[in-house]
């Protein structure tokens, strides 16, 4: 069946895609919003995102891709942002594994090999 | 990771053999998954339930009964393991380390095979070789001891709370996990064949035990276990406990939901190819004697860790062993691993602080007209509100009268007992002597002053 991508923005959107395919592999790839040119404020979003979307393929079958925008550059500088208080994010661009401690954050992200991993990880 | 910034070409081969009840994990060794980590947590977790009763007497209220879910403790436990194990795989990535996770094994000079969950076997050879395959925990070889007693493998991920409990054994594995068992809420009995804590210093050993004696659990003593049997299954079950006495004949039964088995570890050395190289290992206990710089009698072959004969089986000393081995292969350092003063704590529900030499040692290493011992007990500020024990809590230290009464042995027992020896340990490296000590001005109003 392959993989499937769900593009979302904010919190309660996520959290609903995500329900919605509990049971699946979730691999989510949270970024700064894009203005009307589509380029995010967030630099390293920029950089992250081709090097994840080139990797995408490694997902196991089955694997839900959920795209997150988070929300403008003042909503995330907030300590008390819902993506700081209930996911634990610390920046973005963060890749996780949903539902288990398997992340990757900021520069993390421009590692091919490393995205690899997570993907593939057991 | 240590030889990978050497520019070394560098592989792990990591493989945990399940348990006999079917367990595994992640990467990272003992300390990470089933050691250390998630027993310093629920010790804290223990430490926390003490804390909420005293709390009442330093004017907080509430009305409800505090309980506790084992399940969440665990859970969040093993949800910080998991980051861990998540975080090594990254570094040793990001080092460029290849990893595997595979069972090794030697087959030949200079090669290892290994063998993936799935079967698949891969031969790789290599310049050198590091074994630091660490131990397991040991069964008793009883009728029932595989397949219904836990060990402390199974334990820190038990997917049910565990009821009322033998603990079998008196090393600190089991007396750790037995003070946080009990400081949960649970009924603990702890089933010693002998003496406590073999190897540390018996006087400290003993006051560890009545305290725990005092504080609700139960010791069951010169027992050992003949028989397990299933009485009931469940998670948790109930189980039968046949034991006999190790000074006659008497014949004792128990019922407990859970056994856990914590009587010693086994080196991992038997399985693994080491007599297709010419390892020598010591037969009788599966250690392997290393020189000074942990190489063992095949020159390209080391060893560091819990394997090792003689040596002290703690993390940072591994680690440190690792570190320097490294460095002195690919860095041309010359520094040797200091197996000496190295402090250690247990963490029992009255905690033990030790670094050096035990009062027995110290007498029979300097005879005992060359030793004076100063000791004292102590009452932490902390308890005397809530009217905690007055009289428990005890330090000593132990001097070598011939050599400028220089400090050789340090124990303390009391809360934060670890926290409190770190600092005692550098001091004793450096050479501290009771007038130093006597000299240097103590901080008030904490333990440590004392």
């Known amino acids: 069946m392959g993989w499937e991508e769900k593009q979302v923005r904010g919190y309660p959107e996520f959290v609903q895609t995500a329900q919605r395919y509990h049971g699946r592999p979730i691999f989510a790839l949270f970024c700064g919003d894009k203005d009307a040119e589509g380029?995010?404020?967030?630099?390293?979003?920029?950089?992250?995102?081709?090097?994840?979307?080139?990797?995408?393929?490694?997902?196991?079958?089955?694997?839900?891709?959920?795209?997150?925008?988070?929300?403008?550059?003042?909503?995330?500088?907030?300590?008390?942002?819902?993506?700081?208080?209930?996911?634990?994010?610390?920046?973005?661009?963060?890749?996780?594994?949903?539902?288990?401690?398997?992340?990757l954050v900021e520069e993390e992200c421009f590692k091919a090999e490393l995205v690899r991993m997570l993907f593939t990880e057991d | 990771q240590e030889a990978?910034?050497?520019?070394?070409?560098?592989?792990?081969?990591?493989?945990?053999?399940?348990?006999?009840?079917?367990?595994?994990?992640?990467?990272?060794?003992?300390?990470?998954?089933?050691?250390?980590?998630?027993?310093k947590l629920m010790h804290q977790a223990a430490l926390l339930g003490q804390a909420l009763q005293d709390s009442r007497k330093f004017g907080w209220q509430f009305t409800e009964e505090v309980q506790h879910n084992w399940m969440t403790m665990t859970e969040s436990v093993q949800n910080y393991i998991g980051s861990l194990n998540w975080g090594y795989r990254v570094a040793l990535r990001e080092k460029k380390v290849t990893y595997e996770n595979a069972y090794g094994e030697f087959v030949g000079p200079h090669t290892v095979k290994a063998t993936n969950r799935r079967g698949v076997e891969k031969l790789y050879t290599a310049e050198r070789f590091l074994i630091a395959?660490?131990?397991?925990?040991?069964?008793?070889?009883i009728p029932g001891d595989k397949e219904y007693c836990i060990s402390s493998d199974d334990l820190f991920s038990l997917p049910y709370c565990p009821g009322k409990t033998l603990v079998v054994g008196a090393s600190y594995v089991a007396l750790e996990c037995?003070?946080?068992?009990?400081?949960?809420?649970?009924?603990?009995?702890?089933?010693?064949?002998?003496?406590?804590?073999?190897?540390?210093?018996?006087?400290?050993?003993?006051?560890?035990g009545e305290y725990m004696e005092e504080h609700g659990i139960n010791f069951i003593r010169e027992f050992v276990p003949i028989k397990v049997e299933q009485i009931e299954e469940g998670t948790p079950g109930r189980l039968k406990v046949v034991a006999k006495s190790t000074t006659g004949n008497q014949i004792i039964e128990g019922e407990y939901n859970t056994v856990l088995l914590a009587i010693g570890r086994d080196a991992c050395t038997r399985k693994i190819g080491l007599d297709k190289v010419g390892v020598k290992i010591n037969e009788k206990t599966g250690k392997i004697p290393v020189n000074d710089e942990e190489q063992t009698?095949?020159?390209?072959?080391?060893?560091?860790?819990?394997?090792?004969?003689?040596?002290?089986?703690?993390?940072?000393?591994?680690?440190?062993?690792?570190?320097?081995?490294a460095q002195r292969l690919y860095a041309g350092a010359t520094s040797k691993c200091d197996y000496v003063n190295v402090p250690t704590t247990v963490f029992t529900p009255l905690e033990y602080g030790v670094c050096g030499y035990s009062e027995e040692t110290a007498v029979e290493k300097f005879g005992e007209e060359n030793i004076e011992v100063y000791h004292s007990h102590f009452w932490p500020l902390e308890w005397t509100v809530p009217s905690r024990d007055n009289n428990k809590c005890y330090a000593?230290?132990?001097?070598?009268?011939?050599?400028?009464?220089?400090?050789?042995?340090?124990?303390?027992?009391?809360?934060?007992?670890?926290?409190?020896?770190?600092?005692f340990a550098a001091a004793i490296k450096c050479g501290l002597t009771k007038e130093q000590l006597d000299s240097t001005l103590g901080i008030h109003p904490v333990c440590a002053e004392v």
């Open chain 2, 297 to 325: 009698n095949v020159p390209y072959i080391y060893a560091v860790g819990d394997i090792l004969e003689d040596k002290l089986e703690l993390t940072p000393v591994a680690i440190q062993a690792g570190r320097l081995l």
């Open chain 2, 178 to 208: 037995a003070g946080f068992l009990a400081g949960l809420g649970l009924d603990v009995t702890v089933m010693v064949r002998s003496i406590l804590l073999r190897g540390f210093d018996q006087d400290m050993a003993n006051k560890i």
């Open chain 2, 4 to 39: 990978a910034k050497y520019e070394k070409k560098v592989m792990v081969l990591d493989f945990v053999t399940p348990t006999p009840l079917g367990n595994s994990w992640g990467l990272g060794g003992t300390c990470v998954n089933v050691g250390c980590i998630p027993k």
């Open chain 2, 396 to 423: 000593k230290i132990i001097c070598n009268i011939q050599d400028n009464e220089r400090v050789i042995g340090f124990h303390v027992l009391g809360p934060n007992a670890g926290e409190v020896t770190q600092g």
């Open chain 1, 39 to 103: 380029r995010s404020w967030c630099p390293d979003c920029v950089t992250a995102e081709p090097v994840v979307r080139k990797e995408l393929h490694h997902m196991p079958d089955e694997s839900v891709f959920i795209y997150c925008l988070v929300g403008d550059r003042a909503y995330w500088k907030d300590p008390n942002n819902e993506f700081r208080k209930n996911l634990k994010l610390t920046g973005v661009p963060t890749l996780l594994k949903y539902g288990t401690p398997q992340k």
């Open chain 2, 133 to 141: 395959t660490g131990e397991r925990p040991r069964y008793l070889g």
